[in-house]
Structure formats: C-alpha cells, structure tokens
DNA sequence: TCTTCGATTGTCT
DNA sequence: GACAATCGAAGAA
C-alpha cells in the first residue's frame, strides 16, 4: 500500500521516525527496486539553521514549501544528488533527508550501477542510495503518493521504538546550537531478520 | 582501523 | 567568490 498524503502532513521530526522500515520504491525501464529505510533526517522550518530554507524560499528549496509528500531532490558537493521527502503542511518548509536503505528488489540493477563496491556499501549513504536507484533532480517535486512518477514509498515493517537509535545531524557543522545538536537523526539497526 | 583530502558545480551572498 | 545535508581513495599507524 502506497503511503497516503496525511502520513506526511505531519511535523517533520515524526515523519522521519514514520518513515523507518517504510520500502522505497523506484520504478524505471519496467524494472522495480526497492528497500527498506534504515535512516532518516528530519530538518524543519526556517527557524532551523541546518534546513535549506534557513534563509527563506528560493528557486532551489521551493519545494519544501508545498504540501509533505512530495520529493525534493537537490545536488551538493559538485557531484551528489540527495533524496528528501517533504513534510508538514503547504507553506512550512520541511522535509526528511533518506540517507540509508536496505536494498531487497533489483539487486541486479543496483549491482550494474554500482560494481565492483560491495554490496554492504551500495545504499548506505545519502548520495549512494541515489545513485543505486538512478535518482536525480529530473524527480524533484514528484508526488510519492502516486506510482505515477516512478517513485513512492509503501508500507513495509514495524520498527519499535526499541530499535531507534536518534544522533546529532550529519554534515551540518556550519549550522549553530542548538540545531547542530537537535537528534533529528534516526536509525534503525534491522540490517538482518527482513526479507523482501 | 583511522584520518586526511581531492573531486566538481549549482546556488546564494 | 565561497561553499555545500558526501564519497571514496590514499596514506599513516
């Protein structure tokens, strides 16, 4: 089952903890890959001095804005694509950085693209994931509530709060206290027991 | 195993 | 003109 809208109309922070053991879904060339979400960030409003939209809206952050539950899809570092998920309500800018999944459909596509690295190293990191996937900013702004786009996001495994572990945010050290040290980083440790 | 550092370009000041 | 929500190779230990 697709994710509906009003899972991602929440405050940023619970979306991100929603979203572990969620399957990421791509859908490209009529092959299918999916995985299970190990690991999120949540970055919320521009009262949040990590967040892109810190210095309010802009050609490259507007997505942020709309309604949660769309993609917003950004490149850094000269040569990195990142995947996030909207969250909250139209007009508050906030979205949930995926920086880590469990690869368990399309494996063979995954390998294509990323050999000879192994396969514990294929997905687990923000710009590995989108690289495996084949994810880059011709996706940004689409609708994960529909399959239309070629990617969404379904319901997959229940996490427990036993198996969430929450850290500082990662690559923020420009950022100012308290957002450098808000735990609006969550991981889960269900790398082994899930089968696709 | 751990640390350092180069790559490479869109975006904002 | 500065720098970024990173990766992975290379070198030190």
Known sequence: MVLERDFYL??????AR???????????????????ILETEAYDG???EACHARNGKTERNKVMYGPGGY??????YGMHWMLN???????YPAAVLIRS???????????????????????????KLTKALDITGELNGVDLCSKSGGLFIEEGVTITDGQVH?????????????WKSKKWRFVTEIMSGVEG
Not at 112 to 118: A, C, D
């Open 10 to 15: 929440l405050p940023a922070q619970a979306v």
């Open 18 to 36: 929603g979203l572990l053991g969620k399957k990421l879904i791509r859908q490209i060339n009529n092959q299918t890959i999916c995985g299970y």
């Open 46 to 48: 521009e009262r949040d």
């Open 71 to 76: 993609a917003y899809i950004y490149f850094t």
């Open 85 to 91: 998920c909207v969250a909250g309500e139209s007009g």
């Open 101 to 127: 999944i469990k690869p368990v459909m399309g494996l063979d596509y995954i390998r294509e693209r990323r050999h000879p690295i192994p396969q514990e190293h294929w997905t687990n990191g923000p710009a």
């Open 166 to 178: 929450t850290t500082a945010r990662i690559g923020i050290q420009y950022a100012p206290e308290p």
